[in-house]
């Protein structure tokens, strides 16, 4: 990589704050639209996994099964049983062919997105039945029956040994990570001004509303069934298409990769942590989770000598001494919520008649 590397205290403080971005807009993306279902619109997703594993598995697949029928790679008559040969093929040709890879890399991302929302229209069912904490174990459920139909099945992967990733920056050569890592930068910046474009109109408000007393807001005539099934639909989108463009970061889509602890439990401490219904604060509790992680998966072996356990475990460690903490100190967040014009000023006194003169 083309990265200087400046070292402080035997720390490469560029590589350090380079992996800490990656890892920062990829969870700020999955976070925020955890926020929109759960800070928003009270919508207890514990499927988070569910969304990231299908947008991973179905983007991955197609983006090597499509790439290999278009650029005429021989699959032996099994793409499944002959990846590890077709896939590198596959890389080398994409290498001087941009206008193609890029192509692929957004098709899979749109493929991903809608794998994700189909999965969230399915899952909306229940969604629209249950209360919420049925609603979170069986989407907890979905999430590992998942998994498990990955693992244990060669419909879309290669059952437990998963598929190698077609790589679309490899055309940008030493660029080409520092390429990956801005593409999922500006989808989170993307998918961060959605969310406060959605937060600051009438349709957050009524989001506000239907968490706070559904009752209130259906006889108000809100539709609160529909708001429900559309919240989850989106937020599934968005997930599915973080999880298209983390496969294509590490370049590969593996079953045992897509585990609750690492894309449910994460998501939902770092949403704690920054505070429900705020975007900002759940950006900032992001950037100090993984900061922390980071810092902890560095520093963990100089606490080996100490510690009577494997210091491997400290990150997980970590992230339940942050929840307790969190939980106990500062129940609504670093940033609590706050109260969020949706209505512009001028409009307002349009409204209330604060436009108009007093007569001379």
Do not use: C
Not at 84 to 110: C, H, K, N, R
Not at 119 to 127: D, E, M, N, Q, T
Not at 262 to 278: H, L
Request: net charge neutral; no cysteine; aromatic share 14%.
């Amino acid at each position: 990589m083309v990265l200087p590397a400046i070292t402080v205290f035997g720390i490469n403080i560029v590589s350090f704050s380079f992996d800490l971005l990656t890892f920062f807009a990829i969870y700020l993306a999955i976070s925020i639209s955890l926020n929109l279902e759960l800070g928003y619109a009270g919508i207890p997703n514990f499927g988070k996994a569910l969304m990231v594993a299908a947008g991973g598995s179905i983007g991955g697949s197609f983006a090597g099964q499509f790439a290999a029928w278009y650029l005429h790679v021989d699959t032996q008559g099994g793409f499944f049983r002959h990846w590890y040969t077709i896939i590198p093929q596959v890389s080398t040709i994409l290498e001087g062919d941009a206008w193609f890879s890029v192509a692929l890399l957004f098709m899979t991302i749109l493929v991903g997105a809608l794998a994700g929302g189909a999965i969230g229209y399915l899952a909306s069912f229940p969604a629209l039945r249950l209360r919420e904490d049925y609603l979170a174990m069986i989407l907890l459920a979905m999430a590992q029956l998942y998994v498990i139909f990955l693992a244990n099945t060669s419909v879309i992967t290669d059952s437990t040994d998963g598929l190698a990733i077609p790589d679309v920056f490899r055309f940008a050569g030493e660029w080409g990570p520092i390429l990956s890592t801005g593409t999922i930068v500006a989808f989170a910046a993307l998918v961060y001004l959605y969310a406060e474009r959605v937060a600051r109109s009438p349709l957050g408000r009524m989001l506000r509303a239907m968490r706070d007393n559904e009752v209130a807001a259906e006889a108000l005539g809100k539709d609160t069934v529909k708001a429900r099934r559309n919240v989850l639909i989106v937020a599934s989108m968005i997930t599915g298409a973080a999880g298209a463009l983390w496969a294509f970061q590490v370049g590969i889509s593996q079953p045992g990769e897509y585990t609750r602890f690492v894309w449910t439990i994460y998501p939902w401490v770092m949403v704690i942590m920054g505070g429900a219904a705020n975007n900002f604060g759940v950006a900032l509790g992001t950037m100090v989770f993984w900061f922390i992680l980071k810092f902890v998966d560095i520093a963990k072996f100089s606490f080996s000598a100490y510690v009577p356990f494997e210091v491997n475990y400290l990150q997980y460690m970590t992230v339940g001494a942050i929840l307790l903490l969190i939980l106990y100190f500062r129940p609504e967040g670093i940033l609590k919520e706050k109260s969020t014009a949706t209505t512009s000023s001028s409009r307002l006194r349009g409204l209330f008649g604060g436009d108009k003169k007093e007569p001379g």
